[in-house]
């Protein structure tokens, strides 16, 4: 009770949970408050130790997100988080740090992360994900040195820094809002005005009754540099318009507010046919990029293998409507598709895991990644993007298997066999043997890679389908590619807590 309500420790103090305890059992004897805390530091401590023990023993890399922000009393803090999937196929996530930190310089986000890894006993860090901060990419940099000394890095940890694709939409969206409509403007007046009192929230309440719409929530007013509250004060404003219209008529003072000056200028409004028509074309707009960042800001299920192919739906649609005969949505596409291809226009520059992702889910391969890059790119940049997701999951095999040449195993037998003196004559075809072995397997596992892009895909159209389950079920066919695709899958392409929505 004292953890999950949040309760303080002198909470067993109180004379109101004394009288309850004593009506539940009154033979139950309430604890301190000391005791309560020395049996919670005993509680944490050994949930620690248990973390720390599936964070390490089991294998399995660790991606990482994290995000700083500063709160409104100017102090700055950073939270780290873990995903990962357990040897069971489940995927995992667990806050392993959220402490203040002095300032958002590079070096001290590194220190922070660096000591909280040490702390959690972690050197197998996959990927880390963070915002496009200039900071982050010194604070990766720091990081990556640090991961290699201590031999846990993949690919030297050329993939490691993710940038978080909530944080790059935002950009986008933002480009095309850049200059802000006059219509939006003139519905977040109107909003304002209605919020101002409690009066006028009960009339606005009866006008929506009277309208009869079925509407049981409140107006929200947005945060000018929130893309996501502009697109959600019209989407609600939009269900409300008759209710509006209604308002205009009965408030006098409505159109006086209008007329009022605001910093020298007059405001924009009152609300327009041609306000609400802009407004439908906005949210018909936007309502994509809601929903791709709604989708994939959740972390409790797998998500980088669906995330390109949502890309791939956003650049689809982008390119749409760039040629669109709408002047006001054409001009918004046109700066977001400069953003977009900043980010995201070139391939070869994008994060090659989440190519990656997409060729290890068994519905798609490398099939899908050929087809949708022919549909936006020429073909010698499909060829080169191409070739670099293949030679890099061969390189991830070399990583996982092992290496591509035998182990040691045999050299260090022969060497036990050499000083055996005479024993060495009699063991020598033992010896080839072993080594063949070695090299049969180290082959076999090699053409894993191939047996799996060679087999039959999974229908695309196959209901409520388990990625985990399938490669849990299919472990022990592709044995190096499920390591690699445990560790994959497990990357997550949005930081925690600046996409909360």
């Given amino acids: 009770m004292i953890v999950i309500d949040e309760f303080p420790f002198n909470h067993v103090e109180g004379q109101g949970f004394k009288s309850f305890c004593a009506v539940m059992q009154p033979k139950f004897v309430t604890p301190s408050r000391m005791t309560v805390k020395r049996d919670v530091v005993k509680l944490y401590f050994s949930e620690m130790a248990k973390l720390k023990k599936e964070l390490t023993v089991a294998g399995q890399r660790v991606s990482l997100t994290t995000d700083c922000w500063t709160s409104r009393q100017q102090i700055s803090y950073l939270c780290l988080t873990a995903h990962w999937i357990d040897c069971n196929w489940c995927l995992k996530k667990r806050i392993l740090s959220f402490v203040q930190i002095p ?28 915002d496009n901060a200039s900071a982050n990419d010194v604070a990766v940099g720091i990081l990556k040195r640090r991961v290699n000394g201590w031999n846990g890095a993949v690919l030297d940890g050329d993939y490691m820094h993710v940038r978080c694709a909530a944080h790059i939409i935002n950009l986008i969206v933002d480009s095309g809002l850049k200059e802000m409509h006059e219509s939006i403007c003139a519905i977040r007046n109107a909003i304002r005005y209605i919020r101002l009192s409690t009066a006028r929230l009960e009339k606005f309440a009866m006008c929506v009754s009277k309208e009869k719409i079925e509407f049981k929530g409140k107006l929200i007013l947005d945060c000018s540099i929130r893309w996501n509250s502009t697109y959600k004060m019209l989407h609600v404003a939009l269900k409300c318009q008759k209710a509006f219209e209604r308002y205009e008529e009965e408030d006098d003072k409505y159109i006086v507010y209008f007329q009022e ?8 409004g009152p609300l ?21 960042t709604l989708k994939f800001s959740a972390t409790n299920s797998v998500s980088v293998n669906c995330f390109y192919n949502e890309i791939c739906e956003l650049h689809n649609q982008l390119n749409q409507l760039n040629e669109s005969d709408d002047i006001l949505l054409s001009k918004m596409v046109s700066n977001m598709k400069l953003k977009f291809d900043k980010y995201w226009g070139n391939p070869e520059n994008i994060n090659l895991l989440m190519f ?24 010698q940049t499909v060829t080169r993007v191409t070739l670099l997701i293949e030679q890099t999951l061969n390189r991830l095999y070399v990583v996982y298997g092992g290496g591509l040449k035998p182990k040691d195993n045999a050299s260090d037998e022969n060497a036990k066999f050499n000083a055996a003196g005479s024993s060495h004559q009699r063991r020598t075809f033992l010896s080839n043997f072993i080594k063949h072995q070695e090299e049969h397997s180290v082959l076999e596992s090699c053409n894993e890679v191939e047996k799996y892009l060679g087999d039959e895909n999974v229908s695309p159209l196959t209901p409520s389908f388990d990625i985990l389950l399938w490669w ?30």
């Fill in 472 to 501: 849990k079920v299919n472990s022990t066919k592709y044995n190096i590619l499920a390591m690699i695709a445990r560790d994959v899958l497990a990357v997550c392409f949005f930081s925690s807590f600046r996409t909360s929505f």
């Fill in 356 to 379: 990656l992702a997409i060729v290890l889910d068994p519905r798609y391969k490398m099939g899908y990644v050929k087809f949708s890059l022919k549909f936006f790119y020429d073909a």
């Fill in 103 to 130: 300032n958002h310089k590079g070096d001290s986000i590194a220190k922070l992360i660096e000591s909280c890894l040490q702390t959690w006993g972690i050197e197998k860090v996959y990927t880390i994900t963070l």
């Fill in 261 to 268: 000056d605001e910093g020298g200028k007059k405001k924009v």
């Fill in 272 to 292: 327009s046919t041609l306000d609400w028509n802009n407004a439908r074309i906005f949210v018909n707009f936007l309502q994509s990029f809601y929903d791709v």
